[in-house]
DNA sequence: GACTTTGGTCAGAGTCACTGACTAGTTTAG
DNA sequence: CTAAACTAGTCAGTGACTCTGACCAAAGTC
């Protein structure tokens, strides 16, 4: 009904995104990663290799302060992440990923590169390389921690 | 810390997305629509022009019909859609936009094209032509209604 | 040492989304 | 043509997500 080029931009970038985030909830959940939801592991995404602190993970993930402490609270009930104290502020802890969530990673990241393959299959090489060069240069003017 | 080309692609694809739709939400409420939330937009945007059925509504947006029940009950109070009884089907009603709704949406799409126009100077008219091109081609696989 | 900023929590409320069970028209098979 | 199967939509109940506002404690500033 409607022709395919009418489609802006936006949805055009969010459908496979919301392909590639299905695909990889289902295969974790497929190898027993069930008790996670999306909104948790779009806070967990975000817990660099050495830590990251609450207040910097809710400004990442564009929540309040307070929804990033309960979704934390929840992850760490589940074994995904621990809290450390910062040695460098007495006031802030550090939330650090668990073992647990590093082996969900390893899940996710295989069925990320998976995907990956098959949209390359799909679409070529030269197209894939040309469609992630202009994703990273949006980034520049569309990612607020690029 | 990280290199920008270890980024998967999914996150590259939501960053400009979250952008554009943070901007287009910005907009609408510095013109009084405030009265709506995303989820609601969401549902909204799929509406046809001659009215869509609650459970395709639902379906397009991926949530149950239950919960698209709801938003469009909310967005009914606030005026910007009404439901008319199908001609074709007893059983079914027409959920259809309100004059409120095209308004918006016009704001909407003013926005969408001033964003797409800064991302294509950004980008420059060849990258932004292999970036639709490659995001419409990707939307053959991954887009269950295209 | 008082003042401001920053990291984080507690309490309460509203929104979003789901499952399950149900009513009421529509379509189909015998 | 009638019973069974299907489809459109609603109601009730629950859990998940997110927000605002108030608050405490540690750092940093003057």
Redesign the pocket.
């Known amino acids: 009904m409607v022709a395919e080029s009418e489609l802006n931009t936006g949805v055009l970038l969010f459908l496979p995104y919301r392909a590639l985030e299905n695909r990889v909830f289902a295969a974790l959940a497929e190898s027993g990663f069930d008790d ?5 592991a ?2 967990m995404q975000r817990i660099g290799p050495d830590g990251t ?6 400004e990442q ?14 992850l760490e009930k589940a074994g995904y992440v621990r ?1 450390v104290p ?1 040695p ?8 650090c990923l668990a073992d647990k969530a590093r082996a969900a990673k390893e899940t996710a990241d295989l069925v990320v590169a998976e995907v990956e393959q098959e949209w390359e299959e799909h679409l070529g090489k030269r197209r894939t390389k040309q469609l992630r060069e202009a994703l990273t240069l949006l980034r520049e003017i569309t990612d607020p921690w690029a």
């Open positions: 996670f939801t999306p909104a948790q779009r806070v602190r609450l207040t910097e993970l809710a993930a564009q929540v309040t302060k307070q929804t990033a402490g309960f979704l934390v609270d929840q809290r910062d460098t502020d007495r006031r802030a802890r550090l939330v």
